[in-house]
């Protein structure tokens, strides 16, 4: 009784095995059939017609082209025709180029396209050979003070200053235009007493020369280390150092003013640098042993075409 239950029973787990194995197996089949056309169905999109390429290899621009072009189609890029690229563009507001004219681009333009259509005519009429093909490009090599374009017009020669004759100068940086006038006024480069006052009318006493003489400028108070601040826009035209006031620096204002600060140390601009009313230029130095007695200052003197003037008449309170 129990072998024929144990013969029945292990008569249902063989069925039941090979019965999952039947679904197994169908699953793996259908799974593998499924992939295999799924692959099939994207690899035809990709299908690329190498005899084209082939034929066209004498023709040197033409298959370079449908090369790339299979290429892009193989790589899943659509560039070709749609990617709308002008060699001939250049940077907007650049200092380093210059961006050429409407009309010089389109005549740019316009030999390009004819110098395409001269070359498909060329690579139709050229023949089979291989080796000439190789050979032809070598011949159309750019000649000295030719155009590159293609339309034979010689490129201009490179001037001196690196650039092309003919081709007007780029300027690196705007150049303000300096103005002032008799009524503009100034501002102090630091603020102090007036040590020295102005006097060009009669001699002033000097502490430390123990004399009296003329002086163009003011000289004013200050400690050591303080900030300079310019007291009105212009371009620095001198930065120099002199035994009496030491180092300093002289800046032009326009309309044949000028102004020139002593007694510096830490100078913060340079000759040719445009500076604005207010921007720090320099440290208060020591002062040099002319003004030993007088102390730590700054020169201050403001010229009208080599004339001085009193700079208090300009300085606000």
Not at 249 to 263: D, S
Request: hydrophobic residues 35%; negative net charge; aromatic residues 6%.
């Amino acid at each position: 009784m129990r072998r024929t239950v144990r013969r029945k029973t292990f008569a249902k787990e063989r069925i039941i095995m090979a019965a999952s194995s039947v679904i197994v197996l169908g699953a793996l089949t259908a799974t593998g059939i499924w992939l295999r056309n799924d692959k099939s169905s994207k690899e035809d999109g990709y299908i690329v017609d190498l005899s084209e390429i082939e034929n066209d290899t004498a023709g040197g621009t033409v298959g370079t082209q449908a090369l790339k072009t299979a290429e892009n189609a193989a790589a899943g890029n659509h560039l070709g025709d749609d990617l709308d690229y002008d060699p001939y563009f250049q940077e907007t507001n650049s200092g380093n180029v210059e961006n050429p004219d409407v009309s010089e681009s389109e005549s740019m333009s316009a030999a390009g396209s004819k110098t395409d259509e001269k070359t498909a005519e060329e690579n139709a009429e050229e023949t089979t050979d291989s080796s000439v093909a190789r050979q032809k490009p070598d011949a159309d090599k750019e000649k000295p003070g030719t155009d590159p374009s293609g339309s034979g017009q010689e490129s201009p020669a490179p001037s001196a200053e690196g650039g092309t004759e003919g081709t007007p100068a780029i300027a690196t940086a705007m150049q303000p235009v300096l103005s002032f006038g008799e009524d503009d006024p100034l501002v102090w480069p630091v603020v102090g007493n007036v040590l020295v006052n102005y006097s060009m009318d009669k001699t002033v006493y000097f502490p430390t020369l123990d004399q009296y003489k003329y002086n163009p400028a003011i000289v004013i108070q200050a400690n050591e280390g303080d900030m300079i601040t310019a007291a009105a826009s212009g371009k620095v035209i001198s930065v120099f150092e002199d035994p009496q006031i030491g180092k300093g620096v002289t800046m032009e204002l326009g309309n044949g003013y000028e102004i020139t600060y002593g007694q510096l140390e830490g100078i913060l601009v340079s000759e040719g640098s445009y500076v604005a009313m207010g921007d720090m230029i320099a440290q208060v130095a020591a002062p040099t042993k002319y003004y030993s007695v007088e102390g730590t200052n700054v020169y201050f003197k403001l010229t009208r075409d080599g004339e001085p003037i009193n700079p208090m008449t300009r300085l606000g309170n």
